[in-house]
């Protein structure tokens, strides 16, 4: 959430429109139209593929590690609770795309292979799609800078292997301190 002048914004997107609105120099997305579209695009993706992984977190080995929690690791005992234990394993196949991959590690699987994009995708520039920071670096950043805080168990691992992006990060802020 950002408040500017009694003015609430609340997605991210919305937000990077409008601080280019309100600070149009240097602009957030290039002259060039489609330039401007890969940037937009970029910076969708980044703010939705991240969400999907924490969401998918979130929603399976969060949950049950917050659940474990809760009730010290222990089921209740009931007849029910004793039949779904068997059925456990079987789930957790069918969840993990038919593979015995648990789910946690086929997570973090996944958002390895994005980081792994992200680094191919980057290449040798120094941003993304120009040698100017734009909309598209600062929602890669975010995304980058949630997964560096292992809000994913394990998932700070996986960026600091990473070290074109750790470069990239330090890059934009060294960048971003200048203007």
Known sequence: ?????????????????????????????????KVAQ??????DWADESFLW???????GPGRRRAAEGANGGEDAG??????LRFLRPVLAWFRSGGTWERPETALLRGLGDRLDDLV??????????SDRVSMADLAVYGMLFTIGR???PGAAGLLAQRPALLEFMRRLERHTERE
């Open 53 to 59: 992984y924490f969401l998918a977190f979130i929603r």
């Open 38 to 43: 890969a940037q937009r695009q970029l910076e």
């Open 78 to 83: 009931s007849g029910l609770t004793v039949q």
């Open 150 to 152: 292992d809000v994913i």
């Open 120 to 129: 191919n995708f980057l290449g040798a520039r120094p941003f993304f799609h």
């Open 1 to 33: 959430m950002l408040e500017i002048d009694g003015e609430r914004t609340a997605d991210s997107t919305d937000i990077l429109f409008r601080l280019d609105q309100l600070h149009p120099d240097p602009p957030l997305l290039s002259p060039d139209p």
